[in-house]
């Protein structure tokens, strides 16, 4: 049987907490600042943890060595 292979996409885009949870950065920075609320662009800033379901799914479909 081979090996499974962590999909290289999700490794420059996920990481994982010493707890386990999945890290991401935070979605809907890349265009289209110009109609956002500059709270909006504000609590974009940075990384989020993902939800446990959402975390699960990349765990085991796209880091599964992790």
Do not use: C, E, W
Not at 4 to 11: L, P
Not at 52 to 59: H, S
């Amino acid at each position: 049987m081979p090996k499974m292979k962590t999909k290289s996409g999700a490794k420059k885009r996920f990481s994982l907490t010493g707890t386990g949870k999945v890290k991401a950065l935070q979605a809907g920075k890349r265009h289209g600042m110009i109609k956002r609320t500059n709270k909006q662009i504000r609590n974009l800033r940075g990384s989020t943890i993902l939800f446990k379901a959402d975390g699960d799914n990349v765990k085991k479909y796209f880091l599964p060595n992790s």
